[in-house]
Nanobody
């Protein structure tokens, strides 16, 4: 069965950096685009970033462009998100999702990122 398991994240001060990883299993990772989606406390879901199956093409929301970097290692079936210059508004639960943006069919359980001084 498909499994997406996020790790990383945690607590960081404003301006700091954190990284997230997502270990995928149960499907051929290298053939699917992947995404990161977040949900801030009391708010709706927000798409953050996507990457195509090869990793050659990446896409970002305006709110994180220039600060976050999505990447993948198909040999390890792992998706990554490097987050720099974190701000309080980046605080959220971050989800790893499988599939194209318009049809994200599997989601991880999420990982909390807290940005606070």
């Amino acid at each position: 069965q498909v499994q997406l398991v996020e790790s990383g994240g945690g607590l960081v001060e404003p301006g700091g950096s954190l990284s997230l990883s997502c270990a995928a299993s149960g499907f051929t990772f290298s053939t699917y685009p992947m995404n990161w989606v977040r949900q801030a406390p009391g708010k709706g879901l927000e798409w953050v970033s996507s990457i195509n199956n090869s990793g050659e093409n990446t896409y970002y929301s305006d709110s994180v462009k220039g600060r976050f970097t999505i990447s993948r290692d198909n040999a390890k079936s792992t998706l990554y998100l490097q987050m720099n210059s974190l701000q309080p508004e980046d605080m959220a639960v971050y989800y790893c999702t499988k599939g194209p943006y318009v049809n994200m069919d599997y989601w991880g359980k999420g990982r909390l990122v807290t940005v606070s001084s």
